[in-house]
């Protein structure tokens, strides 16, 4: 099989595809790591409307409200910072993303021609070997023809002969 003349390119491009590939799964694990802090910062949130409420009921402890509700701003917040953030990865998950389908399409585009390509030679390859079959039955069928003359001939001076 011939060597492809591109071989070299498509290992570049199968390289870019897996560098983008490993970039969108970046982009995932970050936001994976995004939603946990945001669903932590929501389990303190819930906890912290459960400690208002018991500070409320009863003797009021006003104090412990109050810090509950600062905290709370806080929480609120990193909340919003984390929004933010998981826009701006929604963003770059997009833009890598289609890095991605890009390099996709290039290493197959490159594995279609070498496969053409391959296909073409060993077409190639059959009709040559046709071509010598061809050839060498010609050769077999002239090497008879030329045999049964010659015994025919040599039957027939022998029948001279005589």
């Not at 932590?40 to 208002?52: C, H, K, S, V």
């Not at 402890?61 to 929004?83: E, G, K, P």
């Amino acid at each position: 099989m011939a060597k492809f003349r591109l071989a070299t390119l498509l290992k570049l491009r199968e390289r870019d595809r897996d560098l983008a590939a490993k970039a969108v799964q970046d982009v995932y694990l970050a936001i994976g790591k995004l939603d946990a802090a945001q669903q932590e910062i929501d389990e303190t949130n819930l906890q912290m409307n459960e400690a208002r409420k018991q500070s409320s009921s009863g003797s009021i402890n006003l104090n412990q409200i109050l810090d509950a509700q600062r905290y709370q701003m806080v929480l609120a917040a990193q909340s919003a910072q984390i929004a933010d953030h998981k826009g701006k990865l929604n963003q770059e998950l997009e833009r890598r993303q289609f890095a991605l389908v890009q390099s996709q399409k290039a290493v197959k585009s490159l594995e279609k021609l070498r496969d053409q390509r391959s296909q073409a030679a060993d077409v190639h390859a059959l009709a040559m070997q046709q071509e010598r079959l061809d050839e060498w039955s010609s050769i077999r069928h002239a090497m008879t023809a030329i045999r049964e003359v010659a015994d025919r001939s040599a039957n027939s001076n022998g029948d001279h002969a005589q």
